[in-house]
């Protein structure tokens, strides 16, 4: 349940980000961003699908993806990338805000470090579950029968996502 619930959610994300990405106005006048930005809402989707198929490939890919993000966050890169404002932006529906250079980054609030500590944890706890022993075998048993999955797939419903 709580792969499916992250996979809608990957789904939601990348769909919301390429769908904002196609109508952004100053996205249109930056081909290789608009291109950066429709490759990672994507990229989002794909994983997605993995996940709902129950394929060890996107497991694998997530758990990663999720380590960079603590890294990311701790570190605050994602503030200094192009995409991920991009992004971000296509997705809140606001103007396209610049990223922030490097040595210009403001000093963090204690509120924000909190949050950030809080999203840090989370991250990490999705990637334990991810990685977990019982998240192996259930994505090895599905991935030996792919008519199990396909199968799973097909019946899904929204109950059972959430």
Do not use: N
């Amino acid at each position: 349940m709580e792969v499916d619930l992250t996979a809608a959610l990957l789904m939601i994300g990348g769909g919301l980000g390429m769908s904002g990405a196609l109508v952004s106005p100053e996205l249109a006048d930056q081909a290789w961003l608009l291109v950066r930005t429709l490759s990672l809402g994507g990229l989002m989707v794909v994983v997605a699908l993995g996940l709902f198929a129950r394929h060890d490939w996107a497991r694998k890919f997530l758990a990663g993806a999720m380590l960079y993000a603590v890294y990311a966050q701790l570190s605050r890169r994602w503030m200094q990338s192009d995409v991920v404002q991009a992004w971000l932006s296509c997705v809140q529906g606001k103007s396209l805000r610049a990223p922030i250079p490097a040595g210009d980054l403001p000093p963090l609030s204690p509120e924000t470090a909190l949050l950030s500590l809080f999203v840090c944890l989370a991250l990490l706890g999705l990637t334990r579950l991810l990685l977990s022993a019982r998240l192996r075998a259930e994505f090895a048993a599905l991935g030996a029968s792919p008519s199990a999955a396909g199968s799973k797939l097909r019946h899904a419903t929204l109950r059972d996502w959430f």
